[in-house]
């Protein structure tokens, strides 16, 4: 029995013996691989540094302490953490290794740039948690210039290598310093930030509770601050395989887009500036956004930037803006919609419900906005088929040296968007306290033959006070007329295949006094014609012929307004002002009837509109052969009654 005692406790003693050796020996393996990893780092020139290792085999945990690594690149981040511990610990091969839980305290981030203005931003971690996680057991190799983009590029390349199911972070700081007596110093505070499945450079949802911040907007002698509040920030579906490949250095020919995120929303967002002004958006979304590595080159664009600072020449401007407009064409943005955003200032309070990106087109909804004369109400402002590259590169393109931009320049704006519109504003008019209303103005164009519309559309119905300032109303105004009711439907196209060009629809009405509509015909309009040079349009010109032109005017109350006016004019009546008016219109027709025997149909039809309130006029003149344009002109300004006889005449009047 003594013999198996002695035994047993032999066993043990050895069996201990073998554990804490084992332990040992594990403890040491997992201590070279981790001061593998160290070294690295310091075989590309910088400084890496740990303190205690520990490993426990049962639960197959590993702490490391007092981690410090100092790039060589100036431009990359120093980081400092206190402790590392992972826990469930293993390595399916050499190259990778997995854990259950990873928790990560006492983080401290510090980049210093010195170029082109020093800035040095500081980031502090109290705790970093993750579960289910898989990773390489040592970064990529690839060097770095130190560049942003070549950095960014790097993390998103080592990020493209782990997975987890979670990543939480309860709280990150960060102080960032510009420089005594620059602006853009401040404070910045992540609070809740939770990443959920992370799969090799995918992420399905990212969230962040609150971020807050504080910023220096100082200027010489105006010191001022700048604090901010952004809410429940998430982003779905992201996947940085596209972006990776923006990156590249050697640049990307893949032409077509690639999603980077299905949303990215908040819930508000509250900036306040001194002195009382606050803005508050109540929550955003931005769907489908999506970019084209052949056109997405940031890179492309800092390089262009002087590193010294200075301000770019022309030329670099150009080259710069040619660049941000390719950037532009290789980002993409399905839907976007702002909510309500309200704007406190000292002089009032504005609203907008809304701002909507749909489909290339961009609208404003609901706005309010203080005047000094009162308030700005606009129901919706839109533009149709936006786009930000063409606006970018329309504007470089005016950017000539020592000349103004021409007008075929100017004309290019027609080329980024296809038309406007506005409804719903009221608006105080001048300095009285009438309003001016507009249900809509809305503006449409298309076919464009070179820079310039060969068929467009203006919709404007509105009502205007009218103005006691101006001359031309005061008869409006002695009739009692205090408001005009515009209703104007103009329509114009060119049918290229057989040289058209018609002016339809082209009606207007003048609410309480008449509604007019005309047609106009033209006929061998060249392409030539559409150009920005006066020489070559009237030498195109020439060869436009006129076509049938056709007139019809609806009595609501003019005639009884002009009868009015003559009469207090001539201090008569108003019948014996009607008879005096009809009685010239047909004096003057007695003359032009003299060479032209149509027109007294005309002039007939005239002095019975005038005779008779309410009635509708119509007028239609038909060329009576080819008439070129230019000839009708000149004939028109020096011989008018001629220029009739051009024409077959017919009038018509009728209630």
Do not use: C
């Not at 560049?147 to 997975?163: G, H, K, N, P, W």
């Not at 007596?181 to 450079?201: A, E, I, K, T």
């Not at 196209?493 to 009606?507: M, Q, R």
Request: net charge neutral; charged share 20%; no cysteine.
């Amino acid at each position: 029995m003594k013999r198996i005692m002695v035994g047993l406790v032999a066993l043990l003693v050895l069996g201990a013996g073998g554990w804490f050796g084992f332990n040992l020996y594990v403890q040491h393996r997992a201590t070279a691989d981790v001061e593998a990893a160290f070294e690295q780092v310091r075989s590309g020139g910088g400084k890496a540094s740990h303190g205690k290792i520990t490993f426990e085999l049962a639960s197959r945990t590993l702490t490391i302490e007092d981690i410090n690594v100092e790039p060589s690149q100036p431009r990359l981040a120093n980081v400092k953490i206190a402790k590392v511990t992972a826990v469930g610990l293993r390595q399916p091969d050499d190259a990778r290794f997995s854990a259950d839980s990873i928790e990560v305290s006492g983080v401290e981030v510090a980049f210093t740039y010195t170029e082109p203005a020093k800035l040095k931003a500081n980031y502090k971690i109290p705790q970093i948690s993750a579960r289910d996680f898989s990773g390489p057991t040592r970064a990529d190799g690839t060097s770095l210039s130190g560049s942003i983009v070549d950095m960014y590029r790097f993390m998103l390349t080592q990020y493209a290598t782990v997975s987890a199911s979670s990543i939480v972070v309860p709280t990150v700081a960060v102080n960032v310093d510009a420089g005594s007596g620059n602006p853009g110093s401040g404070d910045y505070v992540y609070s809740g930030l939770s990443v959920q499945n992370v799969n090799r450079g995918k992420i399905e949802t990212a969230k962040t509770d609150r971020v807050t911040y504080s910023l220096d907007l100082a200027q010489p002698g105006k010191p001022a601050r700048m604090t901010g509040e952004l809410s429940g920030l998430a982003a779905y579906d992201f996947d940085a395989t596209a972006v990776r490949a923006a990156l590249e250095q050697q640049g990307s020919t893949d032409d077509s887009f690639h999603k980077v995120y299905r949303r990215v929303s908040a819930n508000s967002y509250v900036v306040t500036t001194a002195p009382g002004v606050r803005v508050q958006v109540d929550g955003f979304t931005f769907d489908d956004i999506a970019i084209r590595p052949s056109k997405f080159r940031p890179a492309e664009i800092i390089a262009l930037v002087p590193a010294d600072g200075s301000t770019p020449t022309q030329a670099q401007s150009r080259d710069i803006m040619a660049k941000v407009s390719d950037f532009f064409e290789g980002f993409q943005i399905g839907k976007v919609e702002i909510g309500k955003q309200t704007v406190e200032t000292p002089q009032g309070r504005g609203r907008l419900n809304a701002v909507k990106y749909d489909q290339d087109r961009i609208a404003l909804e609901g706005l309010v906005m203080p005047l000094p004369q009162g308030q700005l109400k606009m129901e919706s402002f839109a533009l149709k088929s936006f786009s930000a590259a063409k606006l970018i590169r329309w504007a470089a393109s005016l950017r000539t040296p020592g000349q103004p931009p021409s007008p075929d320049q100017m004309l290019g704006l027609f080329r980024v968007l296809e038309g406007a519109e506005i409804k719903g504003v009221v608006a105080p008019y001048k300095n009285t306290r009438q309003l001016v209303t507009i249900d809509t103005i809305s503006l449409n164009w298309g076919q464009l033959v070179g820079s310039i519309p060969s068929k467009a559309n203006l919709v404007v119905k509105m009502v205007t006070p009218t103005d006691p300032a101006n001359p031309a109303q005061q008869p409006l105004i002695m009739a009692g007329v205090d408001k005009l009711a515009i209703d104007l439907d103009l329509g114009a196209a060119w049918t290229e295949s057989s040289g058209a060009f018609a002016l339809a629809p082209a009606t207007i009405d003048l609410g309480n006094l008449a509604t007019a509509q005309a047609r106009l015909a033209l006929a061998n309009v060249p392409r030539g014609l559409f150009t920005a040079d006066p020489a070559q349009a009237m030498g195109q010109a020439a060869q436009v012929e006129t076509g049938a032109f056709e007139l019809s005017l609806r009595d609501s109350g003019v005639v009884d307004l002009v009868v009015a006016q003559f009469s207090r004019m001539q201090n008569v009546s108003r019948d014996a002002a009607r008879g005096a008016i009809v009685e010239m219109i047909r004096a003057q027709g007695e003359r032009i009837a003299a060479s032209n025997l149509d027109a007294k149909v005309a002039v007939d039809a005239l002095a019975g509109f005038v005779a008779t309130s309410g009635q509708t006029l119509t007028i239609k003149l038909t060329p009576l052969g080819k008439l070129p344009l230019l000839q009708l002109m000149d004939v028109l300004n020096n011989e008018p009654i001629v220029a009739l006889a051009q024409f077959r005449i017919e009038a018509s009047t009728g209630l």
